[in-house]
C-alpha cells in the first residue's frame, strides 16, 4: 500500500473514532503532505496511540509528535 493510501486510510479510522469531523478532500491531501514523510508503520502505531488517549480528531502535529 502506498503511503498516500495508508495516510488516507488511517484518517477514515480516525474519523469513525472521532466523529466530530468528516475528512475532506482538502483536508486530506494537507494531512497527506504533512505526514508523506513518515514511514506507514510509524504512522498507524502514532494513530492506534492518538485513538486510546486522544479526546478529539488530531491534527498533523499531534501524530507528528507521537512518531
Known sequence: MSNEKSIVKLLADLASVFQDVEPSERMVGMYT??????EPEKLA???????????????????????
Open 33 to 38: 503532505k504533512a505526514l508523506a514523510d513518515i
Open 45 to 67: 502505531w502514532a494513530c492506534h496511540q492518538w485513538m486510546k488517549t486522544g479526546k478529539r480528531f488530531p491534527y498533523p502535529a499531534d501524530l507528528l509528535e507521537l512518531c
